[in-house]
């Protein structure tokens, strides 16, 4: 009996190897400094309402327990989120940024490709930020298109919203609210539409974020942060 176990599953790990090469496009995936934890917000921001099979999503559901999780393990120093998003769930999406900004470890964000709509409060809310050169970000007002909201979409609500997204923004960036409103409302920059793209080093020459740079910045950016945090303590 066990002798045709093993002939029909001679590695029981075998599974396991199936989904790493299905999943990641490889067999496993080297961890070799356990102290980051790497947080990926890619397609659009998922939240009360599920988005068709076809669509790239990020489950806000998977994101929480993963903030709390870097939160309470020890062995966790720092976060490091890296983004290419095109938006999405507007409460969801500022619900994540506000939880990574009340961590009380060092974050690090990362924009490759794009960081739009909602997914600009959520690259500003970490300690330090980065940009590839040419990834964009897209500015615009909240609006039925685009961004995915699933309570009552009445005018108060939305302008209630979108005063909290300047807010923050502009409490967590090196923009004024007044800035930033101005590049939501300017007019000509997409077609059909109102709002501001920048790309890589327009967005930081108006101070929404901090540095273009790439992976090799951003991690060395976070140990140099991780390192103070644990001088601080000591």
């Known amino acids: 009996m066990d002798f045709k176990q093993n002939q029909q599953n001679p590695n029981p790990h075998q599974g396991d190897t199936r989904v790493n090469i299905q999943q990641l496009g490889q067999l496993n995936i080297p961890v070799v400094d356990n102290s980051i934890h790497v947080m990926t917000i890619i397609g659009q921001v998922e939240g009360h309402t599920v988005l ?18 870097v939160e309470q393990n020890p062995n966790v120093k720092g976060l490091l989120v890296i983004l290419n998003t095109v938006g999405g769930d507007v409460e969801a999406g500022l619900a994540i940024a506000e939880m990574i900004k009340s961590l009380t470890k060092p974050t690090v964000s990362l924009v490759l490709g794009g960081g739009h709509s909602i997914g600009v409060p959520i ?15 897209t500015i615009h007002p909240v609006r039925l298109t685009g961004l995915v909201i699933s309570v ?14 300047v807010r923050f923004v502009a409490e967590n960036s090196n923009m004024t609210a007044e800035k930033f409103k101005e590049l939501m409302f300017r007019t000509g920059e997409l077609a059909r539409d109102i709002g501001t793209v920048l790309v890589g080093k327009d967005a930081v020459k108006h101070g929404l974020i901090d540095e273009v740079g790439g992976l090799g910045n951003s991690v060395n950016k976070l140990k140099e942060l991780i390192e103070k945090a644990e001088n601080h303590l000591h």
């Open 52 to 69: 068709p099979p076809q669509n790239k999503t990020t489950k806000y559901e998977h994101i929480i327990p993963q903030l709390v999780a």
């Open 123 to 137: 690259a500003v809310s970490t300690n330090y930020s980065f940009i590839a050169e040419t990834a964009t970000m």
């Open 152 to 165: 009552p979409q009445t005018y108060e609500y939305l302008d209630k919203m979108q005063d909290r997204i």
